[in-house]
C-alpha cells in the first residue's frame, strides 16, 4: 500500500493528570503522538478545580503536536479519517449555551467539597444506595449529580444562567465534543457516571433529576459509545468526525479487549479502576462495587456492563510525593526507591487524600502514613506509597469475587504507574495471581480510536477489534511467601482503621 492510500484514526485522552492525542494505523500501532501535563487548582483542602478552557488548550496542543509529527513523517492529517474520545470522568463543567463559555471551573472527580452534601443528600434519601437499582451508584462525592447540585447552590453565575434558561451541564467528553463540533451530547459510559441516568434505558431518570436537582433541558443527549457525533468545525482536523466516545476506564476495558463476561481489567493512571465485565445484565454489588456501562459499540450494538471497583488516589500520590514533598524528581524514581529497601519495613500509607473509594467508601477518612520508626527511610515510604493502590486493588478484586462468585486467575493492566515494574511485581505479590502488562500501554486512547473506526467502517466487528487490540505482553507472579502476605495484608487493615474517622 503506498503511504499516500493508508488511513489512520486519532484518539485525544483528556486524563486527569494530562491530555493526549494519539494517531493509530489500521493494525493499532501508535505512529504519531503529543502529550501535555496540565494544571490542577486546590483552592481549599479536599477541592480540586480544572479550568474547562485549559482543558480545551491543552487538547489543541497536543492535536498541532502530533499533527506536526505526523506530517514529518510523510503523511497527510487529511488521512486521519476519524477522532475518538476519552476522558476522565464524573469531573463536572458548567457553561452558557449562549456564549460557550465556562460559568465557573470544573470540579473534578476527585473533589470532596460535597462532603456536608452528600451526608444531607444522603439523610434525605433514607439511605445511600437509594437510587442505586436505577443508576447502579451510591450517593457519594465522587458522581457528577453531587457536583451539580453544588454547583447551583452554590455558583452564582450557575444560578443566573438557570434563570435565562442558558445553562448548560456536562462530563468531559461533552466539553470537549460541542467546542470541537457545536453538538450537546454525550455517551452512555459517561452518561453512567452522573447518577443521573437509568442504566437499563439509557434516558435520563425523572426521579434522580428530581432528587439532584437538575433539569433535563441542561443535560445533553445520551448517544452510544460508537457513532458520528459531528464533524470537527476547525484547526489541524477541520471536516473529521468524532465517531468514538468513552469514559477513560471503559476506553481501557476496550482496549484491552475485555468483550467477554469474566474478564477485567485495572487501569493505574491518577486514580486506579479495575472494570470486570458482567455482560449484557448489570450486576448490583451488595460488596461496595458500581455497575457502570461497560461500552455500546453502536446505537443498535447490545451494551456490555461492568462492575467497577475505583481507586481515588494512585498516581496522584506519586505526584505528591513529586511537587509538594520532593522525596522524588520524577514519577520513575518511585521504583527503584521503593527496590532500595527489603520490604515496607512495617510502613503503611492510606493514600486516603480524597477519602477511601472501593470498596470502603469512607469520606471521613483521610491520608495517613502509620507503623514509623526511626528505622524507616524514604525507600519505605516509597514502597508503602506502591503498596497502597495494590492494597486496594487486592481488596476490590476480593470483592468481585464475592459479588460475580468468579475466581479471576490473571488481570491486566495498564495505566502510566504500571511502567514501573517494582510496582507491578508488589501487585503480583499481594495479588498472589498473574499480572499482565501489554507491550502497547495507550490501551486507554486504542479503546476510543477502536470505537471511532468502528463507527465510520475501518474495522467491521469485534473480531477484528480484537486482533488489532493485541499486543505482546509482561507477564508478573507472587515471589513471596503466603505468611508475608498475609501480615502485609493484616498490616494494610490496620492501618486503614487508623485512616477512618478524620475528616
Ligand atoms: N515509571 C513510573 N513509575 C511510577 N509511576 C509512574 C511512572 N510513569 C508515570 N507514572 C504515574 O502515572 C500517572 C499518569 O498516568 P496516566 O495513565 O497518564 O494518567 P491519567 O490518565 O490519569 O492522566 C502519574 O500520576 C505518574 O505519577
Ligand atoms: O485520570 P484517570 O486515568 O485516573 O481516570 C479518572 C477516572 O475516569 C475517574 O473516574
Redesign the pocket.
Known amino acids: 500500500m503506498s503511504k499516500e492510500s493508508e488511513i489512520f484514526v486519532g484518539a485525544i ?1 483528556q ?6 492525542f494519539l494517531i493509530f494505523d489500521t493494525k493499532g500501532q501508535v505512529v504519531a503522538s503529543h ?1 501535555a ?1 496540565y494544571q490542577n487548582f486546590y483552592a481549599k483542602a479536599g477541592w480540586v478545580e480544572k479550568d474547562p478552557d485549559q482543558i480545551m488548550e491543552s487538547v489543541e496542543t497536543v492535536v498541532v503536536g502530533a499533527c506536526r509529527r505526523f506530517n514529518a513523517l510523510g503523511y497527510d492529517v487529511s488521512q486521519i479519517k476519524s477522532v475518538g474520545i476519552t476522558n ?1 470522568r464524573e469531573t463536572t463543567v458548567a457553561f452558557d449555551s449562549e456564549t460557550g463559555e465556562p460559568l465557573t471551573n470544573a470540579i473534578v472527580w476527585s473533589d470532596v467539597r460535597t462532603k456536608d452534601l452528600v451526608h444531607r443528600l444522603v439523610e434525605d434519601a433514607g439511605s445511600a444506595t437509594r437510587f442505586a437499582s436505577i443508576n447502579g451508584l451510591p450517593i457519594t462525592t465522587y458522581f457528577s449529580g453531587t457536583k451539580m447540585r453544588w454547583m447551583l447552590e452554590n455558583v452564582p453565575e450557575v444560578q443566573a444562567a438557570r434563570e435565562r434558561g442558558t445553562l448548560r451541564f456536562g462530563t468531559i467528553d461533552t466539553w470537549l465534543i460541542y467546542k470541537l463540533t457545536g453538538n450537546y451530547v454525550t455517551d452512555v459510559t459517561n452518561a453512567s457516571r452522573t447518577m443521573l441516568m437509568d442504566i437499563k434505558t439509557f434516558k435520563w431518570h425523572d426521579e434522580c433529576l428530581e432528587f439532584f436537582g437538575v433539569r433535563r433541558e441542561e443535560l445533553p443527549e445520551i448517544r452510544s459509545s460508537a457513532e458520528v457525533y459531528g464533524k470537527i468545525l476547525e484547526g489541524r482536523l477541520a471536516g473529521v468526525p468524532v465517531a468514538g466516545c468513552l469514559g ?1 476506564q471503559q476506553a481501557a476495558m476496550v482496549g484491552q479487549s475485555c468483550f467477554d463476561a469474566g474478564e477485567a481489567k485495572n ?5 486506579c479502576f479495575m472494570l470486570f465485565n458482567t455482560g449484557e445484565e448489570p450486576i448490583f454489588s451488595k460488596n461496595g462495587l458500581l455497575t457502570t456501562v461497560g461500552y455500546q459499540l453502536g446505537p443498535d450494538a447490545t451494551p456490555k456492563y461492568a462492575l467497577e471497583g475505583s481507586i481515588a488516589v ?6 505528591w510525593l ?1 511537587d509538594k514533598i520532593g522525596l522524588i524528581f ?6 527503584f526507591l521503593a527496590d532500595s529497601v527489603e520490604d515496607n519495613g512495617g510502613v503503611y500509607f492510606v493514600t486516603a487524600f480524597s477519602g477511601l473509594f472501593a470498596p470502603y467508601w469512607r469520606d471521613d477518612a483521610r491520608g495517613a502514613i502509620v507503623g514509623l520508626t526511626q528505622y524507616a527511610t524514604r525507600g519505605h515510604i516509597a514502597r508503602a506509597t ?1 503498596e497502597s493502590v495494590c492494597y486496594q486493588t487486592r481488596a476490590i478484586l476480593d470483592a468481585m469475587r464475592k459479588d460475580s462468585g468468579t475466581e479471576l486467575r490473571r488481570l491486566r493492566v ?7 515494574n ?2 507491578m511485581q508488589i501487585q503480583a505479590d499481594i495479588l498472589n495471581i498473574e499480572v499482565v502488562r501489554p507491550e502497547m ?1 495507550e490501551t ?1 486512547a486504542l479503546g476510543a480510536a477502536l470505537a471511532a473506526g468502528l463507527a465510520v467502517g475501518i474495522w467491521k466487528d469485534q473480531h477484528e477489534l480484537r486482533q488489532v487490540a493485541q499486543s505482546n505482553v509482561s507477564a508478573f507472579w507472587s515471589r513471596i511467601s503466603d505468611e508475608k502476605r498475609d501480615e502485609m495484608l493484616k498490616g494494610w487493615d490496620k492501618a486503614v482503621e487508623r485512616s477512618l474517622d478524620w475528616a
Open positions: 485522552d486524563g486527569t493528570s494530562s491530555s493526549r502529550q501535563e476522565q477513560d487501569t493505574y493512571g491518577t486514580g494512585a498516581g496522584s500520590a506519586i505526584q513529586r520524577s514519577a520513575d524514581e518511585i521504583g506502591l495498564d495505566g502510566g504507574l504500571t511502567n514501573s517494582q510496582a500501554r486507554t
